[in-house]
């Protein structure tokens, strides 16, 4: 909205006062004329009937003494004489005609005049001619007294009209109704005015005021100086509150957001960019020996080469990338692109050139810069890893180095203490949950069994997978509490299903004592033991082999079965299966996932298959991703098969 269509609170103000005022001024106008035409009508009506009466009884004394009709006349005539204004006229009815004889203007008025006529029917007639003059016919009625003259008349009868006009001038109005209108009018005023300036002040002043109010509190509540005021307003003073507060915001924003000396972005903008989670690569790139250049030529020197350093950087970076200023003498570039390893060598290559290539004037010298570059790329920790890179950089005195997780050891003890506690909150809030894979029969495609596959349940009641937790929780002692939360649930769980299911467990497990007890209590106490196999997933070779041993034969006693888990990496050999009496072995899924199309991995299967029958022992494929996976195992023979082409691990 422009500011030539904004008001101001004054013009509004005088505005509503003086449209109030027309509105009561024109109110006022059409009472008083009510009042005046009510005041010609009743007040004039009363006032020239008093006149009439006045003028009647000084012709009835003049008639009661015996005066003649010309006496009358003369009194009339003085009478008219009184105001030139005023006019008095007296006719005689026919009653008095006969008796006395006839006038002819009196004839002439009777016949011709319907005002006079009306009156000698004995009405009274109150003709307003126009705003300024009045007639008024009043009919002279006879009484016991008048017969004593006017002897052919009769009480009651018309003896005649007395006919008065005169201009209405100073109109007599009580006082009482001057002072009753004028109270009327403050009055009237008075609440029209309040109204109309309460309806104006509300729209136009209170809610905004108030809304400006809210929104200052909300944005003041959030801490958000990127929000602003966006309301628009018709009132130039709100409008004005609006914008110098929004300016003041931008300028806060760009302080608060940007580099004093520069004006470039500063840290608090990059971290909230790097807050999208998009990979990107980063460069943090900070000007060797900064603080000698700037005790040899002064800090007024130093600010120049910040300054100008910065210009030489927005030239050389793409224009997808971000300069940002951080503290002292270090720049950081946020470059929003997925690119390959040897791009991002080449890209801290080409800006360190450019660099060390640039010419700085200082004091009339020439003065010459480098810089060391640290990189990171992902979107994980960026500012963190680029900042590691950067200091190794500079204490291996390289131009620039690309960071590696190796050279993030602390980090990597943050996230170590990070998970144990969610491991330990996990197991304390009962987070630890199984999930179910299907496992078909491979001719047939019908479920004949279960794995259950163990995951934690986030605060958002996602399922996290064990890699990101398992060998951590092994380390932290946490392990063996997860295979017994996983034990109780999967039996409890298939205590009244038809299918087998299998159990994960580590040599770790089953030389734990409370696991290995554990397992021996669950298969006494549900009677599971012909519907359960112990997978077992170690892969760095069985040590203790006489104690495994011992642990499968107690509980195959119970009728449960055992399967080798990963067959074809770690200790998976010919001798331990023989040994050991398994009953399935799992191929590993690097055999697995590409059968169709990998020879080697055909070779090698079909070896481990033809072995495993010869054993009786039965086999199970993971992995089976696709149709020509599947087709692939199902020709060579395999039993059972297992993966997401089936199904993914789901509750039951």
Same mark, same amino acid.
């Given at each position: 909205?422009?500011?030539?269509?904004?008001?101001?609170?004054?013009?509004?103000?005088?505005?509503?006062?003086?449209?109030? =005022?027309?509105?009561?001024?024109?109110?006022?106008?059409?009472?008083?004329?009510?009042?005046?035409?009510?005041?010609?009508?009743?007040?004039?009506?009363?006032?020239?009937?008093?006149?009439?009466?006045?003028?009647?009884?000084? =012709? @009835?004394?003049?008639?009661?003494?015996?005066?003649?009709?010309?006496?009358?006349?003369?009194?009339?005539?003085?009478?008219?004489?009184?105001?030139?204004?005023?006019?008095?006229?007296?006719?005689?009815?026919?009653?008095?005609?006969?008796?006395?004889?006839?006038?002819?203007?009196?004839?002439?008025?009777?016949?011709?005049?319907? +005002?006079?006529?009306?009156?000698?029917?004995? *009405?009274?007639?109150?003709?307003?001619?126009?705003?300024?003059?009045?007639?008024?016919?009043?009919?002279?009625?006879?009484?016991?007294?008048?017969?004593?003259?006017?002897?052919?008349?009769?009480?009651?009868?018309?003896?005649?009209?007395?006919?008065?006009?005169?201009?209405?001038?100073?109109?007599?109005?009580?006082?009482?109704?001057?002072?009753?209108?004028?109270?009327?009018?403050?009055?009237?005023?008075?609440?029209?005015?309040?109204?109309?300036?309460?309806?104006?002040?509300?729209?136009?002043?209170?809610?905004?005021?108030?809304?400006?109010?809210?929104?200052?509190?909300?944005?003041?509540?959030?801490?958000? !100086?990127?929000?602003?005021?966006?309301?628009?307003?018709?009132?130039?003073?709100?409008?004005?509150?609006?914008?110098?507060?929004?300016?003041?915001?931008?300028?806060?924003?760009?302080?608060?957001?940007?580099? *004093?000396?520069?004006?470039?972005?500063?840290?608090?903008?990059?971290?909230? =960019?790097?807050?999208?989670?998009?990979?990107?690569?980063?460069?943090?790139?900070? !000007?060797?020996?900064?603080?000698?250049?700037?005790?040899? @030529?002064? *800090?007024?020197?130093?600010?120049?080469?910040?300054?100008?350093?910065?210009?030489?950087?927005?030239?050389?970076?793409?224009?997808?990338?971000?300069?940002?200023?951080?503290?002292?003498? *270090?720049?950081?570039?946020?470059?929003?692109?997925?690119?390959?390893?040897?791009?991002?060598?080449?890209?801290?290559?080409?800006?360190?050139?450019?660099?060390?290539?640039?010419?700085?004037?200082?004091?009339?010298?020439?003065?010459?810069?480098?810089?060391?570059?640290?990189?990171?790329?992902?979107?994980?920790?960026?500012?963190?890893?680029?900042?590691?890179?950067?200091?190794?950089?500079?204490?291996?005195?390289?131009?620039?180095?690309? @960071?590696?997780?190796?050279?993030?050891?602390?980090?990597?003890?943050?996230?170590?203490?990070?998970?144990?506690?969610?491991?330990?909150?996990?197991?304390?809030?009962?987070?630890?949950?199984?999930?179910?894979?299907?496992?078909?029969?491979?001719?047939?495609?019908?479920?004949?069994?279960?794995?259950?596959?163990?995951?934690?349940?986030?605060?958002?009641?996602?399922?996290?997978?064990?890699?990101?937790?398992?060998?951590?929780?092994?380390?932290?002692?946490? +392990?063996?509490?997860?295979?017994?939360?996983? =034990?109780?649930?999967?039996?409890?769980?298939?205590?009244?299903?038809?299918?087998?299911?299998?159990?994960?467990?580590?040599?770790?497990?089953?030389?734990?004592?409370?696991?290995?007890?554990?397992?021996?209590?669950?298969?006494?106490?549900?009677?599971?033991?012909?519907?359960?196999?112990?997978?077992?997933?170690?892969?760095?070779?069985?040590?203790?082999?006489?104690?495994?041993?011992?642990?499968?034969?107690?509980?195959?006693?119970? #009728?449960?079965?055992?399967?080798?888990?990963?067959?074809?990496?770690?200790?998976?050999?010919?001798?331990?299966?023989?040994?050991?009496?398994?009953?399935?072995?799992?191929?590993?899924?690097?055999?697995?996932?590409? !059968?169709?199309?990998?020879?080697?991995?055909?070779?090698?299967?079909?070896?481990?298959?033809?072995?495993?029958?010869?054993?009786?022992?039965?086999?199970?494929?993971?992995?089976?991703?696709?149709?020509?996976? @599947?087709?692939?195992?199902?020709?060579?023979?395999?039993?059972?098969?297992? #993966?997401?082409?089936?199904?993914?691990?789901?509750?039951?």
């Amino acid at each position: 909205m422009t500011n030539s269509k904004k008001t101001t609170y004054k013009k509004l103000i005088l505005r509503s006062i003086l449209i109030t =005022l027309a509105i009561t001024l024109a109110i006022a106008f059409i009472y008083a004329q009510v009042m005046k035409k009510d005041a010609i009508e009743k007040l004039t009506r009363i006032d020239a009937k008093k006149t009439t009466q006045l003028v009647f009884e000084t =012709l @009835y004394s003049s008639m009661s003494k015996g005066w003649t009709k010309q006496d009358l006349q003369n009194i009339i005539q003085r009478v008219n004489n009184i105001d030139e204004n005023m006019l008095v006229n007296v006719y005689r009815s026919d009653v008095v005609s006969k008796q006395f004889g006839e006038i002819s203007r009196d004839l002439e008025a009777r016949t011709t005049n319907p +005002y006079i006529q009306k009156a000698l029917n004995k *009405e009274e007639v109150f003709n307003l001619i126009d705003d300024s003059n009045i007639e008024y016919y009043y009919p002279v009625i006879a009484k016991e007294e008048c017969l004593t003259c006017h002897t052919q008349a009769q009480v009651g009868s018309v003896l005649g009209v007395i006919d008065i006009s005169y201009p209405i001038i100073d109109l007599k109005i009580s006082l009482s109704s001057l002072i009753n209108f004028f109270v009327g009018f403050v009055i009237t005023f008075s609440i029209i005015v309040f109204i109309a300036l309460f309806v104006k002040l509300d729209r136009y002043l209170i809610r905004p005021i108030k809304n400006f109010v809210t929104n200052v509190n909300q944005i003041s509540t959030n801490k958000d !100086i990127t929000q602003r005021l966006v309301e628009e307003h018709d009132i130039q003073e709100i409008h004005s509150m609006q914008t110098v507060f929004n300016n003041m915001l931008d300028s806060l924003e760009f302080q608060f957001y940007n580099d *004093e000396l520069t004006g470039l972005p500063n840290r608090k903008r990059l971290l909230e =960019l790097m807050n999208s989670k998009t990979n990107a690569i980063l460069l943090i790139l900070n !000007i060797d020996k900064f603080q000698e250049l700037n005790d040899l @030529y002064g *800090e007024e020197v130093g600010d120049d080469v910040l300054k100008s350093t910065a210009e030489v950087l927005e030239r050389s970076i793409p224009a997808e990338a971000v300069l940002f200023k951080l503290h002292a003498d *270090e720049y950081a570039i946020y470059y929003p692109k997925d690119i390959e390893y040897e791009e991002i060598k080449t890209f801290a290559m080409m800006l360190n050139t450019t660099i060390e290539n640039n010419t700085y004037i200082a004091n009339h010298s020439e003065v010459f810069i480098n810089a060391t570059i640290g990189v990171a790329y992902g979107h994980n920790y960026l500012l963190n890893n680029a900042d590691i890179a950067m200091k190794l950089a500079k204490k291996k005195k390289k131009k620039y180095l690309i @960071y590696e997780a190796s050279m993030n050891i602390e980090h990597e003890y943050e996230q170590n203490l990070k998970w144990s506690q969610r491991i330990k909150d996990a197991i304390y809030n009962d987070k630890i949950e199984p999930l179910f894979q299907p496992i078909v029969d491979t001719q047939t495609q019908e479920v004949v069994k279960y794995e259950a596959l163990m995951r934690m349940v986030d605060d958002n009641g996602d399922y996290i997978s064990p890699i990101h937790f398992l060998e951590l929780a092994k380390k932290n002692k946490l +392990y063996p509490q997860l295979t017994r939360i996983m =034990l109780d649930k999967t039996f409890s769980k298939f205590k009244h299903l038809p299918y087998q299911v299998s159990i994960n467990i580590t040599v770790q497990d089953i030389l734990n004592e409370m696991v290995h007890k554990t397992i021996l209590d669950k298969l006494s106490e549900y009677k599971l033991g012909d519907r359960v196999v112990f997978e077992i997933i170690e892969s760095e070779g069985i040590e203790n082999f006489e104690e495994v041993l011992e642990f499968i034969n107690e509980v195959k006693n119970y #009728g449960a079965k055992i399967s080798i888990d990963d067959f074809g990496t770690g200790y998976s050999n010919f001798e331990y299966l023989m040994k050991l009496k398994v009953d399935y072995i799992k191929i590993d899924a690097s055999m697995i996932k590409d !059968i169709d199309t990998n020879p080697k991995s055909q070779l090698v299967t079909q070896t481990i298959l033809e072995f495993a029958k010869k054993m009786n022992i039965e086999t199970i494929a993971e992995y089976i991703h696709s149709q020509n996976v @599947y087709n692939a195992v199902k020709k060579i023979g395999i039993d059972y098969s297992q #993966g997401y082409f089936f199904g993914e691990p789901k509750e039951l």
